[in-house]
């Protein structure tokens, strides 16, 4: 019996980098991990597009299918129909990410990726209610507990896949393009919304404009079929997500996961999403300025992060980074939101959000490896999607409430940023608890 060629000793222990020119089924290893990257990231930031692009047309959707002689109420009904997608997303992180670590991640992310198809789907297509009455308003919360749903899962599956397809010498980059695909998921609804604001009429955005995003969020389902031809991984272990497997250290890490993610997901849904409201209501800038200020902070989040993530791959380590970035994010919040309020000018206020956009990614692109590598392969999804959908509902989902009612009761605009303050020490602590993975080998 001959020893294995060299050929054959090259292709059962890849070079990072390298790119697979023979990938089959009985080789997942020699599949290229920039493909994979490139789907699960398209994949990924197209469905936070329609999950995200809800909130800014809720004020149009109220009107239609929410009608009330209080437009308060009509927005007020709406915004809480966005809320209940946030409701669903733990169960879907537990449902779909035990499906993933059972059945794979490629089967996990291509079902995600129909639920959200369907969501974004039944919403574009949504009969008013004027046409139809009562069925209209219940047809948009089902598809918003759809798009839930399939969205709590996703992070898990798609985080994992990111991180064990490829050299471990580039685990870092390759998930830190979780986050910065939510940047991209911001900048692009942001983008599509300004565009359509300035394009039509306030009647022909009320008539049909306001449902192209969500028929172009049917573009997921394409994005499905490539990840189902071109993606392979390793058949799951029959044991796989099994009972065994959910050791003390496990379930520590858990909650560990669930507030370093809480200093993470309070900074995204105020810098990137509440900050232009923030804006308009309290530094009285106009809002067409003031939306600059959102689709800022989400380019610095996908331009940054990548960058973050291959640092921490040079180093070897993850945990200085995040460490340094979360520590730097903590001295500015506060002189950062004195300024704004002091100096309310667009120069000041973009300045104050980049200072802060360049903290939050470092501290926050490199712990998408760090937190998926404390768990390992068998249990990595579905602990990961549901921390996540955990985290994200109580504190995301509610971060831009939190602080409107602050600011409300507290009569002082500089509110947020004590809340701000509070959830990232909450989050450096936690992370300071969580094991040192980077340059090590995958679990």
């Known amino acids: 019996m001959q020893p294995p060629s060299i050929k054959e000793q090259q292709l059962s222990e890849p070079r990072a980098g390298s790119v697979a020119t023979h990938a089959s089924e009985a080789d997942p290893s020699a599949v290229s991990s920039r493909k994979v990257v490139v789907a699960a990231v ?15 047309f809720a004020l149009t959707i109220g009107k239609l299918f929410f009608p009330s ?6 927005s007020l009904l709406a915004f809480a129909v966005f809320a209940v997608g946030f409701v669903m997303r733990p169960l879907g992180g537990i449902v779909i990410g035990r499906y993933a670590d059972r059945k794979g991640r490629r089967a996990a992310l291509t079902l995600t990726i129909g639920l959200m198809a369907l969501g974004a789907g039944m919403i574009g297509a949504a009969p008013t209610y004027a046409q139809i009455g009562l069925a209209a308003p219940a047809l ?3 598809a918003r507990l759809v798009q839930g749903f399939a969205q709590g899962g996703e992070f898990g599956a798609a985080t994992a896949m990111l991180l064990e397809t490829g050299s471990d010498r580039s685990r ?6 979780q986050l910065a695909s939510q940047g991209g998921a911001a900048l692009l609804g942001s983008g599509m919304a300004a565009l359509l604001t300035n394009l039509l009429t306030e009647p022909q955005l009320h008539a049909w404009g306001w449902r192209v995003p969500f028929l172009m969020g049917m573009l997921i389902a394409p994005v499905g079929i490539y990840l189902r031809r071109h993606i392979v991984e390793e058949p799951p272990k029959a044991d796989a997500g099994g009972v065994r497997n959910w050791r003390a250290l496990d379930v ?17 849904y105020l810098l990137m999403y509440y900050l232009p409201t923030y804006c308009i209501q309290y530094l009285k800038l106009p809002a067409r300025l003031s939306m600059l200020v959102g689709v800022g902070a989400a380019l610095v989040s996908l331009v940054m992060c990548p960058l973050y993530g291959a640092w921490s791959d040079r180093m070897g380590r993850r945990k200085p980074l995040i460490v340094t970035g979360r520590v ?4 500015l919040i506060y002189p950062a939101f004195w300024m704004m309020t002091h100096f309310p000018a667009l ?4 300045a104050m959000m980049l200072a802060l956009m360049l903290c939050y990614t470092m501290g926050s692109g490199p712990a998408y490896a760090l937190m998926p590598e404390n768990f390992p392969k068998a249990i990595r999804a579905g602990f990961m999607s549901s921390a996540y959908a955990v985290s994200v509902s109580l504190f995301g989902g509610t971060a831009q409430l939190v602080a409107a009612w602050l600011i409300r009761v507290s009569g002082n605009v500089m509110a947020p940023a004590w809340y701000m303050i509070a959830a990232v020490l909450v989050s450096l602590a936690a992370v300071s608890w969580l094991r040192e993975t980077g340059g090590r080998p995958l679990d």
């Open 42 to 56: 398209i994949g990924n930031l197209l469905e936070f597009f329609d999950f995200t692009v809800y909130s800014f």
């Open 69 to 74: 002689s209080d437009p308060i109420t009509s």
């Open 140 to 142: 948009i919360v089902f």
């Open 172 to 177: 870092g980059f390759r998930a830190s393009w």
């Open 252 to 268: 520590r890490n858990w909650f560990l996961v669930v507030f370093a993610i809480m200093g993470m997901t309070v900074a995204t």
């Open 328 to 331: 730097l994010l903590l001295v």
């Open 347 to 350: 120069p000041a206020v973009m």
